[in-house]
């Protein structure tokens, strides 16, 4: 797994605030979530100490964006692709090193990427959560009984992003192309434009030496193979149930029916994923007004405002130190 590390002036030297760390969907990348960072941090610079950002991590999956490269050739012969189950317990290695010791840790996870973080709470006994808070972002995690009562519209769904995977275009012959193209079509045109600048500085590299050519890091195959993964998003779901009494977990959803409401969160997701009668107890349920499923790629701004409202609900005096 590949990080990246954010800080904002002196906000490393605050050890009583946040750390936050980020886990994107399928087919994106740990830097699309920069403008997003960046508006949390100005939002919170003026808070108390506690609501401040001490500093934040963003990763990439392991065959997606910087991992893609890194483990380029152990994924070649990885045709079932890297499961969410696999990415949980490389973040929570990430959790429990040296190198976090003594922060108030909030995850956020987008689609896919909130699965993840779910599931990184499954290894720990409910006294020894590691969080001070978690926070999904338009979640794809659905009960087994809900995903089997809307089967033929989630298989459905599930073919058709793999088979638009599957044959979209993937080089170019350099990046200012690159960004042309991609600001002229679906769904990236919906995107903030400094969310499609980072997919091209970021998310393409050189094919070769001395070539101008670019290509998607996360190959199209290894992003098709995560769609039909959705064991671990049952998992998940049932996870959520088990930890929402003790540990604060904010939802964040978009409001638009856009073509991806197939793929990301219909209706039933939501009520399915919030049923209190299930023991599913959320901290609040928010919307992001104007965006779809892909809300950190359209509306980073509005969601990190979002997120500043979840991370004010913290209580000052709540650590991993103090639940040991």
Known sequence: MTAKRYTSGFSGDNTFGLTLLFAHGVGSHKEQWEPTIERIFLTQATKERHHQIREAWSFDWQNHGDAALVNEEALRGRHEGVSIYEWAPAIIEFVLSPRMVGHRIVPL????????????????LLSHLPYVSLILIEP???????FEAHFDD???????SVGATEVRR??????????RWLSRRFPFRTWDPRVVRLLVE???YQKSPGSKAVSLKCDRKQEAISYPDVDGHFEATTE???????LPVHVIWGTSNDMFVLLGSPDYFQDSLTDATQGRIVASAS??????????QEKPDHLALKICEALDTISPYL???SRL
Do not use: Y
């Open 140 to 146: 794809t995690m659905i009960t087994r009984e809900m």
């Open 240 to 246: 959520l149930a088990r930890v929402c009494r003790t």
């Open 154 to 160: 989630r298989i459905r769904s599930m073919e058709m």
């Open 109 to 124: 996870g987008h689609s896919a990427g909130a699965g993840a973080m779910m599931l990184t709470t499954k290894s720990f």
């Open 287 to 296: 919307k992001v007004h104007g965006a779809g499923h892909l809300v950190m």
């Open 319 to 321: 650590s991993f130190r």
């Open 170 to 179: 993937d080089v170019w012959p350099d990046r200012e192309e690159a960004f």
């Open 202 to 204: 970021q998310g393409l």
